[in-house]
Nanobody
Framework: QVHLAESGGGSVQAGGSLRLSCKVS??????MGWFRQAPGKQREGLASIQNDGTTMYADSVKGRFTISKDNGKKELYLEMRNLKPEDTSMYYC????????????????????WGQGTQVTVSS
């Protein structure tokens, strides 16, 4: 069993930065990642990381967002820079037993564990 708890969301102006954290309780899965979902839109995979530290990113955030983890603390992070109004969304932490590529395969998300989310609002 696993419990994921996100924190670090908030309101920021365009061009600003935020750092999201996700505390993991219970099992530490092979891959973890960050997703977001805005009202009326489909959930979107943003960044994932495997146990060996390999990462992958969606094109929409590549170069602006950085995913990292601290195995000792059992925490996952998402550093977000140069935020844009279109980044406004609920951000979710997730873990799953498959490879990091599951990030971009919505049909495989049925085995994902999800946190409750943290809201990020970017104003222009």
């Amino acid at each position: 069993q696993v419990h994921l708890a996100e924190s670090g969301g908030g309101s920021v102006q365009a061009g600003g930065s935020l750092r999201l954290s996700c505390k993991v309780s219970g099992r530490w899965y092979l891959s973890m990642g960050w997703f977001r979902q805005a009202p009326g839109k489909q959930r979107e995979g943003l960044a994932s990381i495997q146990n060996d530290g390999t990462t992958m990113y969606a094109d929409s955030v590549k170069g602006r967002f950085t995913i990292s983890k601290d195995n000792g603390k059992k925490e996952l992070y998402l550093e977000m820079r140069n935020l844009k109004p279109e980044d406004t969304s609920m951000y979710y932490c997730s873990s799953w037993p498959g490879s990091m590529g599951v990030l971009l395969a919505p049909n495989m998300w049925e085995f994902n564990n999800w946190g409750q989310g943290t809201q990020v609002t970017v104003s222009s």
